[in-house]
Structure formats: structure tokens, C-alpha cells
């Protein structure tokens, strides 16, 4: 029972998060662990592996659609890898409390950001400038996706928005900037996974099929707009979440 309820949630979660370039490990987490899998030993890797199978499936199907801005994929995609592993090795021995608040509430702010449409530049950014954040933010990102699972796929669309990229681009650009950094951090995690592989095949065969459903969707029949109010809407109940779990 326990295996199909893991399996469902996976589908549910990364089918949704998929739409928004990510992979779902920002509600994977709680929902594994309030299903009864240790945090650190099974709710952890579970939802970093769930995460990784959906942003390289996702982004796979984006590439080929023709929706991944490649130009700032690609420093993003390496400052993300460098940041992941250093993250993931101080998880172990450092309290996490603080950092889940204050993610927290970057989700909410950054979602409501979104939605309102701010940029954070007026008129086309240098590439100087865009390489900068690129590397900056990207490294940060990797940290939090190997320090507190947080897969960051929907950090990174937010900043690509920010940035003054499309919505639809952004949300198929961003699976491809955080997978490599997702699958580093799983690994090292795996380590400690207690988990039988009842429970893992069942996870990766659940998020490779919401994943693929989900991207299709979003790059037939969702518009801009749309991906905007529906980021905004997760990413502020994400935030909740995590702040709840946190206090």
C-alpha cells in the first residue's frame, strides 16, 4: 500500500511541477515524510531522485520543443553542479531550520514578483551583467538543491523571468540548468538511503510519467500568463509549506 501511496504522490507532484520547470522536491519532502520515510534517509533522497528523473525528462521534451534560452542555460547549468555537491556535504552536520525559513519566504516574494511581472532590468541586459547572475545565483541555487533538497527549478524560473525571459521559455529553460545539479545531490544522499527499491522503482516510474505528461501539456496548451498565475499560486503555497514545517 505504502509503495502505490509513495508512487501516487510522485506522479501527482512531479505531473504539476514539470509545467514550471522543476521537479517537485519542495512538496515530495513533507509529503514522503508525513507518509512515515525518514526525513534525511528516505524522504530526502526519494524526492531528489523523483526530482532529477523529472527535470531530464522535461527538459529533454523542452529542448526538442524548442524552449530552453541555451545562452543562459549553459553558465547557469555549471555554476548550479559546482554549488550542489558542497551543499549536500554540509548538510549532514548543520541545522537547517533557519535557512528552510528564510527559502521560505524567498518562495513567496519571488512568486508574488512573477506574477506582477517585475524585471530586474529595463530594456535587454548586457551579457556581461547576465553571465554574472548566471554564475552567482546558479552556484546558490546548487547549494540549496544539495543542502536542503530543494530541487530549484522554480528559483531559477523566477530569476530567468526576472531577467526578462518569457514565462513558457523560462519555466522550459530551467529543468535544464538544474537537473545535473539534482542527480550530484542524490547521490551523495543515496549514501544514507534506507529505502527499499520497491519504493525507488516505484518513484522513478511514477515522476517519468508525470514528467512527460506534464511538460507535454504545458507546451501544447499552457500560455504565459497562465504558467505565471500558476507558479506564483505554487511557489506561495511551497513557501507556506516550508515554513509551516519549519516552526
Not at 534560452?69 to 555554476?79: D, G, L
Not at 500558476?230 to 515554513?243: E, T
Amino acid at each position: 500500500m505504502l509503495v502505490f501511496t509513495v508512487g501516487l504522490a510522485a506522479f501527482a507532484v512531479t505531473f504539476v511541477f514539470s509545467m514550471m520547470g522543476a521537479g517537485g522536491s519542495q512538496i515530495l519532502v513533507p509529503l514522503l515524510f508525513w507518509l512515515g520515510l525518514d526525513f534525511k534517509t528516505g524522504a530526502i533522497p526519494l524526492a531528489l531522485l523523483a526530482s532529477a528523473i523529472t527535470l531530464f525528462s522535461a527538459g529533454a521534451h523542452y529542448y526538442r520543443r524548442d524552449l530552453v534560452e541555451m545562452r543562459a542555460a549553459k553558465p547557469f547549468a555549471i555554476a548550479v553542479l559546482l554549488g550542489s555537491p558542497f551543499g549536500a556535504l554540509l548538510a549532514r552536520p548543520t541545522s537547517s531550520t533557519t535557512l528552510m525559513i528564510v527559502f521560505a519566504l524567498l518562495n513567496i516574494g519571488v512568486g508574488l514578483l512573477v506574477l506582477r511581472g517585475r524585471s530586474m532590468t529595463e530594456g535587454d541586459m548586457s551579457k556581461r551583467r547576465e553571465l554574472a547572475i548566471c554564475l552567482l545565483v546558479g552556484f546558490g541555487v546548487g547549494f540549496m538543491i544539495g543542502f536542503v533538497a530543494r530541487d530549484g527549478g522554480p528559483f531559477t524560473m523566477a530569476i530567468l523571468v526576472l531577467m526578462g525571459c518569457e514565462a513558457k521559455k523560462a519555466a522550459g529553460t530551467a529543468p535544464v540548468i538544474v537537473a545535473a545539479g539534482c542527480l550530484v545531490a542524490f547521490i551523495i544522499h543515496a549514501f544514507d538511503m534506507t529505502v527499499g527499491w520497491a519504493l525507488i522503482l516505484s518513484v522513478a516510474v511514477a515522476s517519468l510519467i508525470g514528467s512527460q505528461i506534464g511538460a507535454r501539456f504545458m507546451s501544447a496548451r499552457l500560455e504565459s500568463q497562465t504558467i505565471r498565475r500558476l507558479f506564483a499560486a505554487v511557489m506561495f503555497a511551497v513557501g507556506v509549506v516550508i515554513l509551516i514545517q519549519a516552526l
